[in-house]
Structure formats: C-alpha cells, structure tokens
C-alpha cells in the first residue's frame, strides 16, 4: 500500500494563477483532510471530508475550494493564488467511527511569487 | 477550539540523555496524538492516548495522558540522532464528533552526536 500520496511534490506560481492539489488514499479511510503548515504556525486545517459526498470548513478554508472526487481522492484547488498561500499542504486520512488516528502524505510545498 | 501549547519550542541534547517534550490543553483530551515530522517530509504517527492516566510505549518512546486529561508528555530515553525532528501533538477538537484534530506548533528537537 502506497498509504496516502500527494501530486506534485512542488509548484511555484505566479500570482492570480490557478491550480488544483491531488491527493489519494489507498487504506479504504472514509475521511479526508487538507492542511497547510506555516513557520510558528503549525498545521492549520483547511478544509476535511469526513465521508464521501460531504466536504465541510476548517479554520482557515478562505481562499481554496475541495472536492471530494470519489472515496480515494480528495482535491485542494486555489482559484487564484496569492503570496500569503505560500506555504506546505499536508493531505490526510482516517477511518470514520473505529479510529480516529490520521495518516497523513508527503506534502506538497508551493510558492506563490 | 482548544489551543495545544508545546513546551518547549525547540531542545538540544546530547546524544543518550533522556528528555520530555510536553503538550497542554486549555480543554479536555477526548484524544491525544503525538506524530513525528522529519525536515521536508510527511507526519509520521506516534501513539495515541485516550484514558486518564494512560501511557504507551513504542521502543525508546513513551507518552502518557494525565489523569485530568488536559496534558500529555512524551519521553525519550537513551535519545538517539535517528530521533530527531519535530514533534507534534493534536487533539480531538470535538469531544468525538467529527475527527477533526487541532495541532500544536510543535516542539524541535537536536540529538547531538
């Protein structure tokens, strides 16, 4: 099992460019998870799909739109990129009702010049 | 949401000595968990504590959840410098409702040859 992976690895943009982050998850987990990591920030949760069909808010979502594609794959897009979106995005995964633990991908690090 | 702090930010040791990094809720733990993130990759999970009062172990690495259920530390014996990295802690954000986890901004930490 490849666990959970994330494309790309790294993307610059420009801003107001547009772009979408792919992740999927091979663990058959119910609930998908978008987070960002900023220095002194910590993870902050952007987004999550805590099953499939449904996509709800997390602290900071302004700025991006998910979609929940299917069990396997949950997408991040940035309609129109700005600087203060420069940071690591983190996807993640867990099993809904038994378990709560998160595994999370590799990460993706974008730079919005 | 609750806050999780992490004390302390950063920590240097020499290698072989023991350390805790701790992490303290403003609410009660429905779930505490401790990952690691090494330099430019994904969280690895460590162990995850529900019950007051629980501890776990994993090789050199133990975590325990207090009573109260408000703080939780992680200790490291004989550290090693495959030990190094960041340590994060999250918590369940909902009391188990919907899996949501908030994170602390996690604690560096050096093993020194």
């Known amino acids: 099992n490849a666990g959970v992976t994330q494309t790309p690895k790294f993307q610059v943009l420009k801003t107001g460019q547009s772009m979408t982050l792919q992740c999927a998850q091979d663990m058959n987990h119910n609930s998908m998870y978008w987070y960002r990591q900023d220095p002194g920030m910590g993870l902050r949760l952007i987004y999550y799909?805590?099953?499939?069909?449904?996509?709800d808010k997390g602290e900071v979502p302004n700025g991006y739109n998910v979609s929940r594609l299917n069990k396997r794959e949950f997408s991040l897009r940035l309609e129109s990129a700005a600087p203060s979106q420069t940071s690591v995005y983190f996807c993640?995964?867990?099993?809904?009702?038994?378990?709560?633990?998160?595994?999370f991908g590799p990460g993706t690090r974008l730079l919005v010049l | 949401s609750q806050e999780l702090e992490q004390s302390p930010q950063s920590l240097i040791v020499q290698e072989g000595k023991n350390l805790t990094i701790n992490c303290t809720s403003s609410k009660t733990l429905y779930g505490l968990y401790w990952y690691k993130q090494k330099y430019g990759e994904g969280l690895i999970f460590l162990m995850m504590l529900q019950k007051g009062g629980e501890e776990k172990s994993h090789e050199k690495i133990t975590a325990k959840l207090d009573e109260k259920k408000q703080q939780s530390s992680l200790h490291i014996t004989a550290s090693q410098p495959s030990h190094a990295g960041i340590y994060l802690c999250g918590a369940d954000d909902s009391g188990g409702s919907n899996y949501k986890l908030t994170f602390g901004k996690g604690t560096l930490l050096t093993v020194n040859p």
């Open positions: 993640a995964s867990s099993v809904l009702a038994d378990q709560e633990t998160q595994y």
């Open positions: 799909s805590a099953s499939e069909g449904t996509t």
